[in-house]
C-alpha cells in the first residue's frame, strides 16, 4: 500500500468517474484503474462497484475512506513540518511570556514581527515564569521571553533589552513632590504581586535593602496581576515598582510615574532550548523585539 494509491481512492470516491478522477490525480485513466485494481487486490476487498465509465464506492470502500484520509492528511502534516524546518523564519512559532510583559509588548511588536518575518506565524503563551519554562523543556513552547535568568545547561538565552522600574504613586502620595524617589522611602506602603511573579521578588529586592520591608509587608494585600496593582495605586491603596512598558498603563490610570534614584530595573530576556534546531527564528524574533523596544522604552521613561 502507498499513499499515491490511497490518493486515487479518496479522487475516485469523490468523482465516482475514471476520467474526471484521473485528471483530478494528474495520471492517465488506465493508470488509475490499475493502481485501483491492485489496491482491491491487497485489501481483499471490493472498492468500487464500476460500470463502462462510472464507479460506486461498496460498503467496504465507506468503511475505509475515513481511515484513507487521515492517512493523507497526516502526511501532508509532516511533509508542511518538514519544508517548516528547512525554512526557520517559516511556520509555527510559540512564544511564551510572562504576565507583567505580554499585555504591554504584544501591541508593539505584533506588527513589526509581520512585517520583518512575514512567513512566521507567531503564537503567544502567557503565563509565570516557572510555567514557561516548564513547557520550554516539555516542547509545548519554541521559546520564552523573560526578565530573569536561566539555570541549566539544556536551556539558553540571550538579553534584550534593559528596562528601568518607575515608582507608581497616588496623585495624593506625599512622594509626588520629589523629583526622584528613592527605593527605600516606597517601603512604608508598598504593594506588590502575589507569589510566582517575578516582578514581586523584583520589587521587594529594590526596596527591601535598609531591612524595613520585612515588617512593612506583614499582612500587605498581593495583587494577583499588574492590572489589579496598578488599580489598588490608582485608589491610593499604596505604592509600588513598575516596568517601564507598563508606563503608559499606568498614567491613563491616573498614576504619577518617578523615576528611581538607584534606578532599579530588569534585563527582559529570551530563552530556548539549548539544541532547539530553529535557533534562526530565535534569533530573528529577539533581532526586531530589542530594535522595536529599546528605543521604545528609552521614549516612554524619559
Known sequence: MNLRDLRYLLAMAEHEHFGRAAKACGVSQPTLSVQLRKLEELLGVALFERSSRTATPTA??????????AAVAETEAILAVARDLRDPLAGRFRLGIIPTLAPYLLPLVFAPLRDALPDLELEP???????????????????????????GPDLASRPLFAEPFLAALPP?????????????????????????????????????RNGALGSALGGALRASS????????????????????????????????RPLAAQAGRTVRIAWRAHFPRRAAVEAVGDVLATRLRGFVQAMTA
Open 226 to 257: 499588574l492590572p489589579t496593582l496598578l488599580n489598588m495605586v490608582a485608589a491610593g491603596y499604596g505604592t509600588t515598582l513598575i516596568p517601564g512598558l507598563a508606563a503608559g498603563a499606568a498614567q491613563d490610570a491616573g498614576i504619577v510615574l
Open 60 to 69: 467496504a470502500c465507506r468503511r475505509l475512506l475515513g481511515h484513507a484520509r
Open 125 to 151: 503563551w502567557e503565563d509565570q515564569t516557572a510555567a514557561l519554562l516548564d513547557r520550554l523543556r516539555a516542547h509545548e513552547l519554541d521559546a520564552v521571553l523573560l526578565a530573569t535568568e536561566v539555570d
Open 172 to 208: 495624593d502620595h506625599p512622594l509626588v513632590g520629589h523629583a526622584v524617589v528613592a527605593e527605600a522611602d516606597l517601603a512604608r506602603d508598598i504593594l506588590v504581586l502575589a507569589d510566582g511573579h517575578c516582578l514581586r521578588d523584583q520589587t521587594l529586592e529594590a526596596c527591601g
